[in-house]
Nanobody, 121 residues
Framework: QVQLVESGGGLVQPGGSLRLSCASS????????MAWYRQAPGKQRELVAF???????NYADSVKGRLTISRDNAKNTVYLQMNNLRPEDTAVYYC???????????????WGQGTQVTVSS
């Protein structure tokens, strides 16, 4: 079972930026597709972005042009650079290792504790 630890969240004003990190344990990170999810109060967990083992990325329409997912295989870490943040980005953000099938991302059942992002004036 992979262990994931998210960090980097906090309180930021609208239009501000944050960079989230997800550190992964184990020796198979470079073979894993990775994703960021978020969950706002009263809402289902939502796929924000994913990055495949070969570096291909995909984003939810609501975050395109503002959020960027990247990975550093040497550090077993995936990042989410968040710019031009909006109040509706407020959520707990989780990373995940998952499976690609026909261009879609399917999460495994391993989740970290998440990191809180709050966008407010």
């Amino acid at each position: 079972q992979v262990q994931l630890v998210e960090s980097g969240g906090g309180l930021v004003q609208p239009g501000g930026s944050l960079r989230l990190s997800c550190a992964s344990s184990g020796s198979i990170f470079r073979f894993s597709n990775m994703a960021w999810y978020r969950q706002a109060p009263g809402k289902q967990r939502e796929l924000v972005a994913f990055i495949t083992t070969d570096g291909s990325t995909n984003y939810a329409d609501s975050v395109k042009g503002r959020l960027t997912i990247s990975r550093d295989n040497a550090k077993n870490t995936v990042y989410l650079q968040m710019n031009n943040l909006r109040p509706e980005d407020t959520a707990v953000y989780y990373c995940n290792a998952g499976t690609m099938s026909s261009g879609r991302y399917y999460p495994d059942d391993d989740w970290g504790q998440g990191t809180q992002v709050t966008v407010s004036s």
